[in-house]
């Protein structure tokens, strides 16, 4: 009995944890390659329609160095989330996906960041 409880919380945080909502925008991520310029994201029918409009980004981290000599530097990372291009819905397929499409020179990649362009 708890291992199916616990499964099913599991299963909820997995399903629901692939789009990310807050009050001023969806945000989800590509989860599939379908070619070059489509694939599925992890937008489903409550954040997206066919036809919404995207943004899609790159993640891009660094190490960066701080501190003087060998034992004072501390590395951290920095990332910056880097516009790819613009695109659309192309459909979708159920409350947790959609097929989006990459408009333009860019060529879609796994794990890129795709949001919602606010109205």
Do not use: P, W, Y
């Amino acid at each position: 009995m708890k291992h199916g409880r616990l499964l099913a919380i599991v299963a909820t945080l997995v399903i629901t944890g692939c789009a990310h909502m807050d009050s001023s925008h969806q945000r989800g991520s590509i989860v599939v390659l379908d070619s070059d310029k489509e694939g599925h994201a992890c937008l489903g029918g409550r954040e997206v329609s066919v036809g919404d409009r995207l943004k899609f980004f790159r993640t891009e981290c660094v190490q960066d160095l701080t501190g003087e000599g060998v034992k004072a530097a501390r590395v951290k990372k920095v990332c910056k989330k880097i516009l790819v291009g613009n695109g659309s819905v192309q459909e979708v397929t159920d409350e947790h996906f959609s097929v989006v499409k990459l408009e333009g020179e860019g060529k879609l990649e796994r794990g890129f960041i795709v949001e919602k362009v606010r109205n």
